[in-house]
Structures are given as structure tokens and as C-alpha cells.
């Protein structure tokens, strides 16, 4: 390789099913990203956007094709060795949240952080200064269903923040939220950029993509457009 | 994961759903309950039945005669069968040290049965007359309460002396004590109470203290005539001499009465220690049968642990999902899942324990259950390896996820 890329993948396909049945959520795939770029990966819903995502998180391995991620080959890489780079590299944020329920704030922003074997005090000094950043500092004792969307959605925000992770990936972020909240998400997500962390956002939403330095268009399977807008 | 943030995980995992939980709980703690409880009242069955022989004496052999019978009127029997009846010279023989060395005591019986006793107006018919001679007294554990026993001399010279058992006692003088010294008719003839015996445990369904003994003399002058014996008890030296007392006497008596060889030993001999061993294998056998009902039952609680933590791991395949892409590993949702399941039977384990401490304070079934400890650390034991084992499988397939599928999961 030559000039090493945060992410690199290539020729990546990505097939459910088999025979007459099989569905091509990916038909070829191949993306570079630079270290502290701002992507939104924009297309219609089934056009594989979030297969990619999937894949690009290592929640999903490829059918066939390459991915290079910080330099080491994703495919070689055990179950194990897999579990620690979603833990430390990559930070996620979905459009359902995934908040683990009957837990507080404070306790699912240490999750990763527990896996990632910190020791308790430390933990919980990272998961208030997270907590801090995303403005819920007072609402650390509270359980996901005592919190609005938008707030549930910041929880989620220092959570994938909690590690420090050099990737944030967002899977329709602001999907589920009302217009107030999908500003404050977005702001977030500029602060974050500037602070030069690499974010790759999923979206249908033009405005939501308009935030992004750089957009790659998605439509059945294969990347038919990647421009940098800004 | 440390330890403890593991143990944190799996306590809220339970307590999410509490009612769940408490059911498997129960689940297992009737289990190990049953286990514990069972067993004790095996165990307790069987020391009341030891302690019942033991207080017969253990050294103790009762010999009787298959061919002859005991005889308690005058020749009520052929020759063939006259020929192997006990006489008081077998019972003097079996007494001398230089024929049978690990004998200590002999004493000849004769029963007679259905005599009625008088004091004044009241009588009563006692169950057992008994002729013997005092050596009766140690070798069959049956001590005088007040007063005391009649002597060698009495026998001798067939002195009308009578020791009542306590029922015997209470029903001619209400107050057993103020038998002693007083005269009571036994039939047609007057004996002078030497004392009352001390209350006996039953052994059997007949009451052992329905009973009255004279010397054996006297009860052949007076009552049974001059037959054969009904027996001859024989107390070994130590209990561990039991069985080379026992041959001694089948020998002597084989030589005495002229058994032939080709015949089988017309003699039989009860061994109070065999009996007790007999009853031990029975208790013992009763005690595992016991324990093989709680098992299964602990088994079916285990299968409950396995039930449960299958419905969690279904439930929770979404937050397993959401755990790994957050960086956990297989073997921390495996751990969290196995220290679920153990910690529920774990938690049932102590809960039976402490219940079957409770129950095992009261008698169950005319039993008093004796704790066997090693059973209570069995039985925890088993418990937190049910949980392990039974876990495995639902813990297994929660680590198996894939992070997508399980993502995906709704």
C-alpha cells in the first residue's frame, strides 16, 4: 500500500442467502478514508448503505474483497482481536440508540470502558467528563426510559466518545429525532470533526449529509457517486 | 471485566425480573432441600433402629432349636426331635470357659405365657413369664430399676421370687416403687416382688416391659414343668467376639446332641450383631433410595436454571448485540451468563439449606432427622455445578452471536 489510510476498502461484496435467492447488498465496494475526514454516506433504503456500515464497524465481515483498517487486515484478525477494536477504535452511534435498559447513564457510558479493562475510578471520572461534554452531567442517575430521545441519543454520543475511539460511525443518527435534537446532534458532530476525529454518517436526509465535508453516494450495492462537498 | 463489574452485570440481569428469578430460585432450593432433608431423615431412621438393637445389646446370641422346639408342656415332642432340644446341662456347658472361651455369660430361658398375676383384687395377665437365671439380667441389657435382682442362690434352692417388668408393675400397684417386698399370686402361687425392672424401648410390636421374671427353677416347679428350654442367651466377651462365640456354641452343641454331619444344624442362633448390621444395610439402602428422589428433583430444578437463561438470552440478544459492538468479548458475555445461572441456583442451593435446617428440627414420619453435613456441602456444591453445567448452554449461545445478528434481533 502505498500513502496508509485509516480506512481502506476494496472490491468488497457482501451476499445474504444463496442460489436464485441470494441478495447482493453489495456488489463491489471500494472507499479510502483519510484520518479525520467528515463523510455522510447518503442513499435509499436497501441501496447496502448499511451493510457498509456494518462492515466498515467489523460488526459484519465481507463476502469477498479487503479491508484495511488502521493498517491491519481486518480479516485476519480473531473474534477476540475483532471485539478490541470495535472497543477502542471505532465509537457507534444508532438510530434506536441501543441503550442497554434499566441502566443508568452513567453505567452505559462505562460499559466500553469496563471492557476495555479500566479500573472503576478511572472509568467513571472518562464516563462524567463524557457525560459532561454531551451536556447531561445531570442526568448521570438516569435510566434510558426517564430520558427524551434527544437526550438518549446524546447518552449513546458519550458512550461512542467514552474510549476515545479515532472512528465515529452513525448509523441514521438523527433518524429518530425531532428537529431540535437533530441540531444539537449535528453540532456535536462538527465539534467532534473539528477536535479532528473521523466521523462516517449514514443518512437519507440531505441536510444531515449537507454537514459533511464529503459525500459518497450509495445505490444497489455499488458507490455511483464521491465528492467532497466543502 | 473484573470480577466484581461481572458480578454487578449478572445481579441486575436477576433482579430485572424478579418473580423469574425467585421461581427458578425456588426451583432449585426444593432440590437441594429435599436432598438435605432426605437423607437426614434416613440417617435419623437409621440411628433410632441402631440405637434400639444397641440397647438390646450387641454381643449378645440367642440360641433356639429348629427340631425340638421350646418346650413349655411335658413331652410334647417325638425323640428325633427330643434328641436336639436345650437342656440346662447344654447351658451349663456352653458356661465352662475351657469349652467355649469367648463366652462370658449363659443363661438358661424358659417362657411361659398367659399367666395371671393378683395382687389383692386386681389382675392382670402377664404377656411373657420368664425363667432364667440372673446372668439373664447383663446379658440381655435389661437392668433392675428398684430393688434388685434375685441371686444364684434363689434359683438353687427355687425361691418364689419375682421381678416385674414396669407395665406389669403399674398395673398390680399403680406406683411400679411400692411393688417391692409386697406378694403377688402368679397362677396359684405367691412370689415376693424382689424388684421392678427398668422400663425397656420397644423393639418389636410386643411391649417389653409386659413381662415378670422368676428364677428358672421356680417356673418349672411351679408353671412349665420340666420340658425343654425355650432358649439360651448368650453373651459373647467383647463385641468383636460375636462371631468366634457364635462357632463355638454351634460346635459344642453339634457334639453334644450328635448331629450328623450330612444334617443340617438343627440349632439356630440369632446374632444381635448381625441384625444390627442387617438393619444398617437397610437404612443405608432406604438412605440412598431417598436421596435418588431429591436428586431427580434437584435434576428438574437444574433443567429450570437451563429454561430460564434460554428466555434470557433471547430476551437480551439485542443488549448482547449492543455489549459486543461495544468492544465486548465471547468469554465476557459467557461469563456474564454462566455467573447468572450460578448465582440463581447458587442462591437456591443457600435457600434450601436454610430451609432444610428448619424442617430437619422437627420429627417427619415418627423420625427425628439427623443432619449429615457432608450432604449440606454436597448438596451446594451440586448446586453451583448445576448452574454452571445447566448454564453452559445458554450461555454458550449468547457468546456464539454474531454481533449483527444479534444487533438485528428484535
Redesign the interface.
Same mark, same amino acid.
Given at each position: 500500500m502505498a500513502a496508509e489510510s485509516l480506512i481502506e476498502i476494496r472490491d468488497v461484496t457482501k451476499t445474504y442467502g444463496q442460489g436464485e435467492t441470494a441478495v447482493h447488498a453489495l456488489r463491489g465496494v471500494s472507499l479510502r478514508v483519510e484520518a479525520g475526514e467528515y463523510i455522510a454516506v447518503m442513499g435509499s433504503s436497501g441501496s447496502g448503505k448499511s451493510t457498509l456500515m456494518?462492515i466498515l464497524?467489523? #460488526?459484519?465481515v465481507p463476502t469477498r474483497g479487503e479491508y484495511w483498517l488502521d493498517g491491519s487486515d481486518v480479516a485476519r484478525l480473531s473474534?477476540?482481536q475483532q471485539? #478490541?477494536v470495535?472497543?477502542?477504535k471505532i465509537g457507534?452511534i444508532?438510530q434506536s440508540f441501543? #441503550?442497554?435498559? $434499566?441502566?443508568t447513564a452513567l453505567a452505559n457510558v462505562e #460499559?466500553?470502558l469496563?471492557?476495555?479493562?479500566l479500573r472503576?475510578g478511572e472509568r467513571r471520572k472518562r464516563a462524567n467528563r463524557a457525560l459532561e461534554l454531551v451536556g447531561l452531567a445531570d442526568r448521570t442517575g438516569h435510566r434510558p426510559n426517564e430520558l427524551s430521545g434527544g437526550q438518549q441519543q446524546r447518552v449513546a454520543i458519550a $458512550?461512542a466518545l467514552a474510549?476515545g475511539p479515532r472512528i465515529l460511525l452513525a448509523d441514521e443518527p438523527t433518524g429518530n429525532l425531532d428537529a431540535h435534537s437533530t441540531d444539537e446532534v449535528l453540532g456535536m458532530f462538527d465539534d467532534l470533526h473539528a477536535d479532528g476525529r473521523t466521523i462516517i454518517v449514514i443518512t437519507h436526509e440531505h441536510d444531515v449529509a449537507a454537514r459533511a465535508r464529503r459525500l459518497v453516494q450509495v445505490s444497489d450495492g455499488r458507490i455511483v457517486a464521491d465528492e467532497v462537498t466543502r | 471485566m473484573s470480577p466484581r463489574d461481572l458480578m454487578g452485570a449478572a445481579l441486575r440481569g436477576l433482579t430485572a425480573n424478579k418473580l423469574r428469578s425467585l421461581l427458578t430460585v425456588l426451583g432449585v432450593s426444593i432440590g437441594v432441600g429435599a436432598v438435605i432433608v432426605l437423607v437426614a431423615v434416613g440417617n435419623g431412621s437409621g440411628k433410632a433402629v441402631q440405637a434400639r438393637l444397641e440397647a438390646m445389646g450387641t454381643n449378645l446370641l440367642t440360641v433356639s432349636t429348629t427340631g425340638g422346639g421350646g418346650g413349655f408342656q411335658r413331652g410334647q415332642a417325638g425323640p428325633a426331635a427330643q434328641q436336639y432340644s436345650l437342656t440346662l446341662d447344654d447351658s451349663a456347658a456352653l458356661a465352662d470357659k475351657q469349652l467355649a472361651p469367648d463366652v462370658s455369660a449363659v443363661a438358661p430361658v424358659m417362657t411361659s405365657s398367659g399367666a395371671t398375676a393378683t395382687n389383692g383384687d386386681t389382675s392382670y395377665t402377664v404377656n411373657q413369664v420368664i425363667g432364667t437365671t440372673p446372668e439373664y439380667m447383663t446379658a440381655t441389657n435389661t437392668p433392675v430399676g428398684t430393688g434388685a435382682s434375685f441371686t444364684q442362690q434363689d434359683v438353687d434352692t427355687s425361691q418364689r421370687v419375682i421381678l416385674l417388668g414396669q407395665t406389669t408393675a403399674t398395673e398390680l400397684f399403680t406406683r411400679p416403687a411400692s411393688a417391692v417386698g409386697q406378694t403377688i399370686k402368679l397362677g396359684a402361687v405367691d412370689f415376693v416382688v424382689r424388684g421392678v425392672l427398668a422400663s425397656k424401648d420397644s423393639t418389636g410390636f410386643n411391649d417389653p416391659n409386659a413381662t415378670a421374671i422368676v428364677p428358672i427353677s421356680t417356673l418349672r416347679a411351679t408353671q412349665a414343668g420340666y420340658g425343654a428350654l425355650s432358649q439360651i442367651v448368650v453373651q459373647a466377651v467383647d463385641k468383636d467376639r460375636v462371631d468366634t462365640a457364635q462357632s463355638e456354641v454351634t460346635q459344642l452343641l453339634t457334639a453334644r446332641h450328635k448331629v450328623p454331619a450330612t444334617e443340617t444344624s438343627p440349632f439356630r442362633i440369632t446374632n444381635s450383631a448381625q441384625i444390627l448390621q442387617t438393619s444398617q444395610d437397610t437404612a443405608a439402602t432406604f438412605t440412598a433410595l431417598l436421596a435418588t428422589v431429591a436428586a431427580i428433583s434437584l435434576v428438574v430444578g437444574g433443567i429450570g436454571v437451563t429454561n430460564i437463561m434460554l428466555v434470557t438470552v433471547t430476551e437480551r440478544t439485542r443488549e448482547i448485540g449492543i455489549r459486543k459492538a461495544l468492544g465486548a468479548r465471547r468469554r465476557t458475555i459467557l461469563g456474564q451468563f454462566l455467573i447468572e445461572a450460578t448465582l440463581l441456583s447458587l442462591i437456591g442451593g443457600a435457600v434450601g439449606v436454610g430451609a432444610a435446617l428448619i424442617v430437619t428440627r422437627f420429627q417427619l414420619a415418627g423420625v427425628q432427622p439427623v443432619l449429615v453435613p457432608s450432604s449440606i456441602g454436597l448438596a451446594l456444591g451440586v448446586s453451583a455445578a448445576v448452574g454452571l453445567f445447566f448454564g453452559s448452554m445458554p450461555a454458550h449461545r449468547a457468546a456464539g452471536l454474531r454481533p449483527i445478528d444479534a444487533l438485528r434481533h428484535e
Open positions: 456494518n464497524g467489523c #460488526l459484519d473474534e477476540d471485539a #478490541l470495535r472497543g477502542r457507534f444508532f441501543n #441503550l442497554i435498559p $434499566r441502566t #460499559l466500553p469496563t471492557y476495555a479493562h472503576r $458512550r474510549t | -
